[in-house]
């Protein structure tokens, strides 16, 4: 099928079913002059969302540091000196606290991330309650905690998870660059077993790790050809943090980056794909070209798992001057 066929198979989805990309098709979008792709991303985002809605997360780190992975990016991995402390998995009704008070400022989905190789059975009390206290205010919920089997995906699931979110972070063929304790095999059984569950998959993705553009092709083909998209699709931009092997990692390019959202919005149509770590040392202008290329998600308050973010003072100022609102609980 042909980039342009494509196009438009995206915007039908005959019988549900989303057409399967070709690196070679992928990346002949990707390489389109930079206006005819970013139309092309604007005509696709318009045929599925309203363009002036973005959809606003708020995301809290449960269970910070010590983790035993090795991921090349992360100040939480125990294996790294970033100098962060670790702490223990927080108690549920200071979690819930903090998610109502997301809630008062506008958050409609909260998520929770815990540094965590994969939960143990000790913390899933805790773990569930979150969910349901999160529930009741509510909020979606949206879990990050690492890989989980089948039956720890069921058991959130009917404790009400809305979104796990595990990313596969690169392609297949990088993968080994960046994480050595998992494997990109075990990461893609991860997210069988979540949607197997009947949970929504958010799964993305961090460009600006000395990847080649080829490798941000690919890991977009490879989210795309999943055997549903991703509801949601973080696309983050590399913070490199002082004390990991990414450390000194050259930041990306804008337009490379402004690419690799347009990419996932023509290829991903109904997904939400996220504009996530990494916006503080995006532009005004930048931000608001990653919009124009589809990107109808973004994290709000002013720190990530461990990361900096914009403050809501200048997230609220930057979408009045865009005429940007936000997007209601559900909302597409
Ligand atoms: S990204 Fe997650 S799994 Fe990897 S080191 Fe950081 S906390 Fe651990």
């Excluded at 979606?140 to 720890?152: A, F, I, P, V």
């Excluded at 949607?195 to 490798?215: H, L, N, Q």
Aim: proline share 5%; hydrophobic share 40%.
């Amino acid at each position: 099928m042909n980039a342009d066929l494509h196009l438009n198979a995206a915007a039908t989805e005959i019988n549900g079913a989303h057409p399967q990309w070709s690196r070679a098709e992928a990346q002949a979008i990707y390489d389109l002059p930079f206006n005819d792709l970013l139309f092309r991303a604007q005509t696709v985002h318009r045929q599925n969302f309203d363009p002036n809605r973005v959809q606003l997360s708020r995301l809290l780190s449960i269970k910070t540091g010590g983790c035993p992975e090795d991921c090349g990016y992360c100040s939480q991995s125990s294996r790294h000196e970033s100098g962060l402390k670790a702490s223990k998995l927080m108690e549920v009704q200071r979690v819930l606290a903090e998610a109502k008070k997301a809630k008062d400022a506008g958050a409609t989905r909260y998520c929770m991330g815990a540094a965590w190789r994969s939960p143990k059975e000790r913390d899933m009390d805790a773990v569930v309650a979150m969910i349901e206290g999160v529930k009741e205010l509510g909020m979606e919920s949206c879990m990050t905690l690492g890989m989980l089997d089948l039956g720890q995906a069921q058991r959130l699931k009917e404790a009400g998870l809305d979104y796990y979110n595990h990313n596969i972070d690169t392609s297949e063929r990088y993968y080994n660059e960046i994480i050595t304790t998992r494997t990109f095999a075990d990461r893609l059984d991860t997210l069988a077993n979540v949607r197997d569950s009947g949970i929504k998959v958010c799964c993305g993705g961090i460009v600006g790790m000395g990847e080649e553009k080829a490798d941000r092709v690919d890991m977009l083909v490879t989210l795309a050809n999943l055997p549903e998209h991703p509801d949601s699709v973080p696309i983050n931009m590399l913070i490199p943090i002082e004390g990991t092997p990414l450390g000194e990692a050259e930041p990306i390019e804008p337009i490379e980056f402004v690419r690799t959202i347009a990419l996932a919005r023509i290829m991903m149509p109904k997904s939400h794909v996220r504009l996530s770590a990494g916006r503080t040392a995006m532009s005004d202008e930048m931000q608001a070209l990653c919009f124009f290329a589809g990107a109808n998600s973004i994290f709000v308050g002013d720190t990530l798992l461990t990361a900096e973010n914009p403050g809501e003072d200048k997230d609220t100022a930057l979408f009045r001057r865009l005429g940007i609102q936000p997007m209601e609980r559900g909302a597409q």
